[in-house]
């Protein structure tokens, strides 16, 4: 049986992972690869802001960089920031699939431009950033937003009629704006992917299902990451990291 770890990017309660845990539900997969939900040590309590984006590429790296020696063939980050992903394919010789590149990518393959979907207007400074560092700037047709602050252990639970609606407007705005695929542009937006397939007229990427796939689809081919575009430090300082998130965890505990 093969082993995939999927970092969580926020230091969630067992619910909360649950409920990251359903995407596996949203795409077929093999029996042969067994999916372990792991949430970072410590990290930002959410995702707004330079400092968040700091901590949380930290966090992640420190979360799978003993994969390899723990048995797992494979690690999968779960949010479409790709935050840790360099870090780790720096240090991991199996394969480090994230979501954010890898979606736009795909959307590249079944359409001409795609439009990203986040959760609301602080996010969006967040994907232009990653659109252009990924030099795909004129390959985005438009970013919105369906105006509901994001919650990171529940996500869209319980608020399906009052958002979904709203999804919807805002995937059809980009439409409008020459989108012909509509990228979802976070993980915890996984439950609303069947609806917005259904109720648009361009094909909608549900990131977190995609990169399950594409990790299987990599273990199957034999294939990883260059250690050429990622490569080795010449000075690792993996324990120091590690006493860094042992102290992180207690005094996050303390508060």
């Known amino acids: 049986m093969r082993k995939a770890l999927v970092i969580v990017p926020f230091a969630l309660d067992a619910e909360g992972i649950s409920n990251r845990e359903k995407q596996t539900e949203k795409v077929n997969l093999g029996n042969d690869l067994k999916f372990d939900f792991k ?8 995702f707004m802001s330079p400092h968040d984006t ?9 979360a799978g960089v003993n994969a390899e020696k723990d048995g797992y063939d494979v690690v999968i980050i779960d949010t479409m920031s790709d935050s840790g992903l360099a870090p780790l394919r ?3 010789k199996i394969p480090v699939v994230s979501p954010g590149k890898a979606s736009m990518l795909v959307a590249l393959m079944i359409g001409n431009k795609f439009g990203i979907l986040a959760q609301w207007d602080r996010a969006v400074p967040r994907y232009n950033k990653v659109v252009v560092e990924y030099g795909l700037k004129d390959h985005c047709a438009a970013i919105d937003h369906f105006d509901e602050p994001p919650d990171f252990s529940n996500l869209l639970t ?6 979904y609606s709203k999804m919807k407007i805002a995937c059809e705005n980009m439409v409008k704006k020459g989108a012909d695929v509509i990228c979802l542009g976070s993980t915890t937006m996984h439950q609303a992917g069947e609806f917005l397939s ?16 594409l990790a299987e689809t990599l273990l199957d081919v034999g ?7 990622f490569p080795e430090p010449l000075v690792p300082k993996i324990n120091m990291i590690k006493e860094m998130f042992k102290a992180a965890k207690i005094i996050e505990e303390d508060k």
């Open 39 to 46: 949430p970072v040590t410590a990290g930002p309590s959410s």
């Open 54 to 62: 700091a901590l949380m590429e930290l966090a992640i790296f420190e």
């Open 90 to 92: 720096s240090i991991l």
């Open 158 to 163: 319980g608020k399906e009629k009052k958002v």
């Open 198 to 213: 259904k109720e648009l007229d361009v094909p909608v990427i549900n990131p977190g299902p995609l990169s399950y796939k």
């Open 223 to 229: 294939l990883s990451h260059s250690k050429k575009a």
